[in-house]
């Protein structure tokens, strides 16, 4: 059973577009988390969710935006993708203090 | 804001070796977690540190916290190549519910079998 899931695994698309990255935990964990991790692999938080309110939000482009349906689910909307937007974008949730990341998923914006 | 220094960015070793990566702050930090990353994989959590001088092992990994609790180390006896990989370390800044994990750059481990 995986613990915390994201789809796509991969993204291909083109500059403009819009897209979504879906996450969904089975931990029962009430926060959850969407980081971005760049080409020199620096991991850099997002956003962060607690039972489906917004706690964190990093300075980040308003063209990001995160929706948590219920505290196990967090997706992520990008509109109009920018080349600068391809990394890999990783869900995470906790419970106390442990982190677990799911598997990531790799944006490449051509 | 709040940071944590990593070094080194890049470590090879021979397998066997000993290696280490440090972790550093300007200010006291009030926990310390490690993560380890395997090439295409996701970070994976190894350990949290709390306490002054804290020490912790798992098998051929020790875990340090500095006195001041301002550093914190990562030492593997004696390498194999299934240590291959990124090794973070992160702090949790905040309380609560509210609290953010602000990772370190990362050191970026490769054993030559």
């Known amino acids: 059973d995986t613990a915390v899931s994201q789809t796509p695994k991969y993204l291909v698309t083109q500059m403009g577009n819009d897209k979504s990255i879906k996450c969904e935990q089975n931990?029962?964990?009430?926060?959850m988390y969407w980081y971005k991790q760049d080409s020199k692999k620096f991991l850099k938080i997002m956003f962060s969710?607690?039972?489906?309110?917004?706690?964190i939000n990093e300075t980040v482009p308003n063209r990001f935006s995160p929706k948590s349906p219920d505290k196990a689910h967090l997706n992520l909307h990008i509109n109009s993708l920018e080349l600068g937007d391809s990394a890999v974008y990783f869900c995470?949730?906790?419970?106390?203090?442990?982190?677990?990341f799911g598997p990531g998923t790799r944006l490449t914006v051509t | 804001g709040q940071q944590v220094m990593q070094i080194p960015q890049y470590q090879h070793v021979q397998e066997g070796e000993d290696f280490t990566t440090y972790c550093n702050s300007s200010?006291?930090?009030?926990?310390i977690q490690w993560y380890k990353q395997r090439p295409g994989g996701h970070p994976v959590f190894l350990i949290q540190?709390?306490?002054?001088?804290e020490v912790k092992k798992q098998k051929r990994l020790t875990f340090q916290f500095g006195e001041a609790k301002k550093n914190s180390s990562l030492h593997i006896t004696a390498t194999q190549t299934t240590d291959v990989g990124t090794y973070f370390c992160?702090?949790?800044f905040g309380g609560g519910s509210n609290y953010k994990l602000t990772f370190g750059k990362g050191t970026l481990l490769t054993v030559n079998p």
């Open positions: 995470a949730s906790s419970h106390i203090y442990e982190q677990y």
């Open positions: 931990l029962g964990h009430d926060t």
């Open positions: 969710y607690n039972n489906k309110e917004l706690i």
């Open positions: 200010t006291t930090l009030s926990n």
């Open positions: 540190l709390v306490k002054s001088g």
């Open positions: 992160a702090s949790r």
